[in-house]
């Protein structure tokens, strides 16, 4: 099958061979996609290299056979968010957690957007832990996982003042008063699942919170292997001076 034209964003790429580069990338049309991009490291072919960095949006044509496609061109369609610091790891992880759900082959026109939406938030500099937790709610719709964020696994409205356990199957489970602190220190509060559905940035020890349920349910799909990103921000936390008042909601994924 020829794919012609085609837009999608870059998810990853990575040498093959002495010249080639094996390229995963989102598309509109095709979902996720395996391209082969063959002798693309000679001093001629610069201009296609740069189309096919992380984070790019590009237009392309392939041959698609079997799982890989061959690619045939590309162009870049604008110029990549230039990022640093926390927000190039955002952008790390934007592009990891959607490479590991997103099943190959398979059109998420819904994925594809919030993406977009998402790439365009982290080039404007917006919050970046709001702007993670936003992209995880639509990654879960987009897949088929996702949650009544109003209502509870039993039917009932959401309580701001409670907190909850996110089960991957069942979504919220309200916590009991007497449950211990491990249990309550994974669970996000009423208020911030109310925001999350309102899509309203909640206060920082919300969003802290917000962010540990999250993990757990993604960690769920995702199997028993992790995220770099995960471990790359564990990292960075030992690693890192403590602040003097430390802010609960900055880690961003």
């Known amino acids: 099958m020829r794919l012609t034209a085609e837009p999608a964003f870059v998810l990853h790429a990575r040498p093959w061979r002495e010249t080639s580069l094996l390229v995963e990338v989102l598309s509109a049309r095709h979902g996720r996609l395996g391209l082969v991009a063959r002798g693309v490291q000679g001093p001629k072919r610069q201009v296609l290299r740069a189309a096919l960095q992380p984070l790019q949006s590009i237009r392309f044509d392939a041959v698609l056979r079997g799982e890989l496609a061959r690619l045939v061109s590309a162009e870049a369609l604008d110029v990549a968010p230039r990022l640093g610091g926390e927000a190039m790891l955002a952008g790390f992880y934007l ?30 500099g917006e919050p970046l832990g709001w702007t993670l937790r936003r992209f995880e709610r639509d990654l879960l719709e987009a897949l088929g996982f996702g949650f009544d964020w109003h209502h509870d696994g039993d039917g009932q409205a959401i309580d701001p003042a409670a907190r909850y356990r996110l089960d991957p199957e069942q979504g919220p489970r309200r916590l009991l008063s007497d449950r211990g602190a491990a249990d309550r220190a994974g669970a996000a509060t009423g208020q911030a699942l109310l925001c999350l559905a309102r899509d309203r940035e909640p206060a920082s020890e919300d969003l802290s919170g917000l962010r540990r349920a999250m993990r757990g349910v993604l960690a769920h799909h995702l199997g028993p292997r992790g995220l770099k990103s995960w471990e790359m921000l564990g990292e960075l936390a030992r690693v890192a001076p403590k602040p003097p008042a430390p802010d609960p909601g900055n880690p961003v994924c």
């Open 95 to 124: 592009n990891e957690v959607t490479l590991r759900l997103a099943p190959r082959q398979e059109p998420q026109p819904d994925l594809f957007v919030a993406y977009a939406i998402t790439r365009e938030r982290l080039r404007a």
